[in-house]
Structures are given as C-alpha cells and as structure tokens.
C-alpha cells in the first residue's frame, strides 16, 4: 500500500519501523538483509519459521526475539502501531 494511504497508525508504525527493523528488514521485497524481508508477512501461510504469521506470534518475535533477532522494547502503542504498518507490506 503506498505511503498516501495509510492512516495515521500505520504512518506512526512506517516509524517504529525504520526506527527498529529497517537496519535487518527489507519492508518491500522477501530477500535477506541480515534477516528476512517482511513484504506480505502478515498474508503468507507461514514465516520463515514456519509459524503462522498471526498478531499474536509476530508480538511473540517483536518483544521477545527469535533466533539472531534481539529482542527489541517498545510501549504497548509502537508495538500496535507497528502491527498495523506490518499489515501494510
């Protein structure tokens, strides 16, 4: 979805994320950067992991890390704020 159209959650969201997952995460493609990139990662059946990509599960690897992924603290409105933009991709 183009950045126009995107609410202002999600624009908050786009945020968090350059802020914290840009520097691993490419948003637009699925190529590695040094982890995977997140293009459709909430639409796919499963992520690289194999798990599903639900809300639940994606707060489970934001907050808590998985793998090389550092565990990474954000308040409880970036977190939702950052769902929502992942939405998006």
């Given amino acids: 979805m183009p950045a126009s159209q995107w609410t202002p959650q ?6 968090v994320y350059q802020a914290n997952c840009a520097r691993c995460h490419y948003p637009t493609n699925t190529h ?16 690289p992991s194999g798990a599903p990509p ?8 934001i907050l808590h890390g998985y793998g090389m992924m550092p565990a990474t603290s954000l308040t409880d409105s970036q977190l939702q704020d950052l769902l929502a933009y992942l939405h998006t991709l």
């Fill in 10 to 15: 999600e624009a908050r969201g786009a945020a």
């Fill in 32 to 47: 590695s950067l040094h982890g995977p990139g997140l293009q459709a990662i909430t639409k796919v059946p499963s992520m």
């Fill in 54 to 61: 639900t809300d639940e599960r994606l707060t489970d690897r």
